[in-house]
C-alpha cells in the first residue's frame, strides 16, 4: 500500500520478477498524479534499478518517490549492503547502471548500515525554474553524458520500453551485420534458463513479423525455446528506407500472452528507434572501419621494421590473434611449390606446440588460388598426436594466398572454435593483412637470400685458415660493417712462397661486387705472384696495372704487403711496402710502439706508380701489427681513435700479450670508442715473434 506525504511517496516490493512491472506502474501512476506530462524516462530508469537490485541484491526493494522543486527524485533501496552495485564498464551479469548515464540529470549511490540506496532524478514540473538541489558529500554523482548514445544503449531502451508496453518476460533486439546476420543486441527483463533463447535466435528471418502462440508457426528452433521456457512470441522488423536492418522479440512463458494487437504496438516502437539505432550504427561501423585502418597502418609500419623472415611471420600472427583469429597459421612454399608450416601462434599458448604438431601432419599441398574456406583438418590427420591438438580439426578456418611480385610464396590460414562465424569485416581485413604480409615476408626472404650470398662470397675471399708459420704467433681479426648485407672491401691473407711467408692486409674503396671483384683480384694476384717470386715492389706494379686494365668498374685498392723471412736466433726480417695503407705499427717487448709516415701511391690510380721497400728485424717479443682505417677511423662525435696517436697508445698495453690477445684487445678497444654502429669494415693482422 502506498503511503503519500508533502509530494514523497514510497512502497515495498517482494525479490520476484513481478516485481520490476509493479515498481515500474508505482513511479508512472505517482508521477502522473503529481501532473508530470513525461514519464517514460523516470519509468525505464526505475525498472533498471529494480531489476539490478533483484538480480544482484536479492532481497526486498523499497521504491521512494519524491518531487524536489521541478525534479522528479526517485530512490531505489535494498537490504544488502555489501552486493555492490555494477557499473557501466564492470564485467559483471547484468547491466549495471547504464541507463542513469545517459538519461538521468544526475544519479548516484549511497550505502548505509541497512542496506544502500541508487538514486536519480528527472525533469519534472518547471523544471528550468527549479535547479536541482546540490548533492550530499555522501553520494556519488555522475554528470549526464553529452555524447550520443550508442547503438547498445539505444537498442537496450528498446527493449526496455517493449517490455513495459506488452508485460513481457523478456525483449530482444536483434541486429543485421553486413552480412545480414542477425546478433543480439540487448535484452530486457530476467531471461528464463540463462542464455538459452539465444540458441533458438539463430537464423531468425530478419523481416520476420507476426503472433506465435504455443510457438505455432515460428520460424525458430523450437527446442531450444521451449527448454528456455517461452511459450509465445510477438516479433516485429526494423526497418529503414523499406529495408530490414533487425528484428524486436517480446517473448512470454504463457502461451496465449499476446494479441495481433501487439504486432502493431511492437511494430510502433521498432519503427520510431529503427532510424536511430541505423544511424548509431554507421556510425559506430565508422568508427571501427578508422580503427582498423589505424591497425592496418601500425601493422605495415611493424612489418617494414623488420627483415627477419621468422620474426615477419610470428608478428603477422600475433597481429591476427587474438584481434581477428583465435589461432593462425603462416604457410610457404617451398622448391616443390608445395606449402609447409612455418609458423603457427595460438590465442591459448598452452595450445601452440600441439597446434604446430598438428600442422606438420599436413601433407603438403600447392596454395590456394583464391580465399575461402579451408578444410585443410578434414579429415583430420591420424598417428600419435596430442589430444589437444585434435580440439582445433573442428574450428572454422579460412585461407588467404599470400602473393608477391606475382608469385604465390605461401598462405595464411586462420581459424575460430566450432560454431564461430567470422564477419565480411574480419575477412576483408584479414585479406589485407595478408597481401601486406606476403610483400613483408617476401622482401624478409630476399634479403636473408641476399645476405647468405654475401656471406658465402666473404668467405671465398678470405683464407679459410691461417697457416701456423714457423716462429710466429698469427692472429688475425675481422669485422664487416653494417648487417651483413653487402661484401666488405677489407682483406686479408698469409701465405707461403717456399721457404719465406708473404702477408697481406688491404681495403678496396666501397662494398658490394664491384669491390668484392677487385678484392678477388687482388687476393689471388698476391698469392700466383709471389710463388713465382716476384718481389714486394714488381708485385704492386703488376697488381697496379690489372687493376687498372679493369677499366672504370674497378675501386682503387690500399695494400700494406710484405714478406717474413727467418734469420736464425729467433730473429725475422720483415720486408714490407706500403701502397695508400696505413703503415704498420710495430711493438717492442719494452713497449716502445714505433711506425713510418709515408705510404706510397694507392693501386688502381697511376700506371706509373713505384713502390718503395722497407725493413725491419723483429726479435722474440716484437710484433707488427697491420690494419685498415676502419680502425683508426672508428669516430665518436669529431674525434677519431687514430687521433693524436690513439691506436699507438692502445698497442702500448699488449706489452707479454700473444697475437690473439692483442688483437682482442684492440677491438674492445675500438667498440668502446664509440657507441655508434661502425660504418666501415674492420681488419687487423698481428704477427708476433715467439720467444
Not at 520476420?208 to 522488423?237: E, F, H, K
Not at 609447409?340 to 597446434?355: G, I, K, N, Q, R
Not at 572454435?417 to 581485413?429: H, I, Q
Request: some cysteine; proline content about 7%; charged content about 25%.
Amino acid at each position: 500500500m502506498a503511503v503519500e506525504k508533502n509530494a514523497k511517496t514510497y512502497t515495498t516490493f517482494p525479490p520476484e520478477v513481478a516485481s520490476v512491472a509493479a515498481a515500474r506502474r508505482f513511479v508512472g501512476g505517482t508521477l502522473r498524479g503529481w501532473g508530470v506530462d513525461d514519464v517514460d524516462d523516470a519509468m525505464l530508469l526505475t525498472s533498471e534499478l529494480v531489476t539490478n537490485a533483484i538480480v544482484h541484491a536479492g532481497t526486498e526493494v523499497e521504491v521512494v518517490c519524491e518531487l524536489v522543486g521541478g525534479l522528479v527524485r526517485v530512490e531505489v533501496h535494498d537490504r544488502h549492503q555489501a552486493r555492490r552495485v555494477p557499473v557501466p564498464g564492470d564485467q559483471v551479469s547484468g547491466r549495471g547502471l547504464l541507463f542513469p548515464e545517459t538519461l538521468a540529470t544526475s544519479w548516484g549511490v549511497t550505502y548505509g548500515q541497512g542496506g544502500k540506496n541508487v538514486w536519480f532524478t528527472v525533469p519534472g514540473i518547471g523544471a528550468a525554474e527549479h535547479p536541482p538541489p546540490p548533492p550530499s558529500h555522501e553520494e556519488i554523482v555522475s554528470a549526464p553524458q553529452a555524447a550520443r548514445p550508442t547503438v547498445d544503449q539505444l537498442a537496450q531502451r528498446t527493449a526496455q520500453a517493449a517490455q513495459d508496453i506488452l508485460g513481457a518476460d523478456c525483449v530482444y533486439v536483434l541486429l543485421a551485420d553486413d552480412d545480414a546476420e542477425l546478433s543480439l543486441r540487448a535484452t530486457a527483463g530476467v531471461r528464463p534458463e540463462g542464455a538459452a533463447l539465444e540458441i533458438g535466435l539463430e537464423g531468425a528471418p530478419v523481416g520476420g513479423r507476426g503472433v506465435y502462440a504455443d510457438l505455432g508457426g515460428s520460424p525458430y528452433n523450437l527446442p531450444a525455446l521451449q527448454a528456455a521456457g517461452i511459450r509465445s512470441l510477438v516479433t516485429a522488423p526494423f526497418t529503414v528506407d523499406g529495408r530490414a536492418i533487425g528484428l524486436l522479440i517480446a517473448a512470454s512463458r504463457d502461451p496465449g500472452h499476446f494479441i495481433e494487437d501487439d504486432v502493431e504496438r511492437l511494430q510502433e516502437i521498432a519503427d520510431r528507434q529503427a532510424p536511430s539505432m541505423e544511424r548509431a550504427r554507421l556510425m559506430e561501423l565508422e568508427r571501427a572501419r578508422r580503427g582498423w585502418l589505424g591497425f592496418l597502418a601500425e601493422a605495415s609500419s611493424m612489418l617494414a621494421g623488420t627483415l627477419d623472415q621468422q620474426m615477419t611471420m610470428a608478428l603477422v600472427a600475433q597481429l591476427i590473434v587474438p584481434r581477428l583469429a583465435t589461432w593462425c597459421a603462416v604457410f610457404t612454399v617451398r622448391d616443390t611449390d608445395l606449402v609447409s608450416p612455418a609458423y603457427a601462434w595460438h590465442a591459448d599458448e598452452t595450445m601452440v606446440a600441439d597446434l604446430r604438431t598438428l600442422l606438420e601432419q599436413l601433407p603438403p599441398a600447392p596454395p590456394p588460388a583464391e580465399p575461402g574456406p579451408w578444410e585443410g583438418f578434414t579429415p583430420a590427420p591420424s598417428g600419435d598426436l596430442p589430444e589437444t591438438a585434435h580440439r582445433v580439426t573442428g574450428d572454422v578456418a579460412h585461407v588467404f594466398p599470400l602473393l608477391a611480385r606475382g608469385r604465390k610464396i605461401g598462405m595464411l590460414v586462420v581459424g575460430g572454435p566450432k560454431g564461430a562465424r567470422f564477419t565480411r569485416d574480419a575477412l576483408e581485413l584479414t585479406e589485407d593483412l595478408a597481401g601486406r604480409a606476403a610483400l613483408a615476408i617476401d622482401n624478409a626472404r630476399l634479403y636473408e637470400e641476399q645476405a647468405d650470398m654475401s656471406r658465402t662470397l666473404q668467405r671465398s675471399l678470405l683464407p679459410p685458415e691461417i697457416p701456423t708459420v714457423p716462429g710466429l704467433d698469427v692472429a688475425v681479426v675481422y669485422e664487416p660493417a653494417g648487417e651483413h648485407s653487402e661484401v666488405g672491401g677489407d682483406f686479408y691473407d698469409v701465405f707461403d712462397v717456399g721457404t719465406r711467408w708473404r702477408f697481406a692486409i688491404g681495403d678496396v674503396c666501397g662494398t658490394g661486387p664491384e669491390a668484392a671483384a677487385v678484392t678477388g683480384l687482388a687476393r689471388h694476384a698476391l698469392r700466383i705472384l709471389g710463388r713465382e717470386n716476384h718481389s714486394i715492389p714488381e708485385v704492386l706494379e703488376r697488381l697496379n696495372a690489372l687493376i687498372l686494365e679493369e677499366g672504370t668498374r674497378a675501386r682503387f685498392l690500399t695494400l700494406l704487403h710484405g714478406e717474413l723471412e727467418e734469420l736464425g736466433e729467433g730473429r725475422v726480417r720483415v720486408t714490407y711496402a706500403t701502397a695508400g695503407h696505413p703503415p704498420p705499427l710495430f711493438l717492442s717487448p719494452s713497449g716502445v710502439v714505433k711506425s713510418e709516415e709515408d705510404s706510397d701511391l694507392m693501386l688502381g690510380v697511376f700506371p706509373d706508380a713505384t713502390f718503395t721497400v722497407r725493413t725491419e728485424i723483429l726479435k722474440p717479443g716484437h710484433l707488427l701489427m697491420g690494419f685498415t682505417d676502419g680502425v683508426t677511423e672508428r669516430r665518436a662525435g669529431k674525434q677519431l681513435l687514430g687521433d693524436d696517436g690513439g691506436l699507438e697508445r692502445i698497442l702500448e698495453g699488449c706489452v707479454d700479450l700473444n697475437a690473439g690477445a692483442v688483437g682482442a684487445k684492440v677491438m674492445r678497444a675500438v667498440r668502446g670508442f664509440s657507441v655508434e654502429p661502425s660504418h666501415d669494415d674492420m681488419a687487423l693482422i698481428v704477427l708476433r715473434v715467439e720467444e
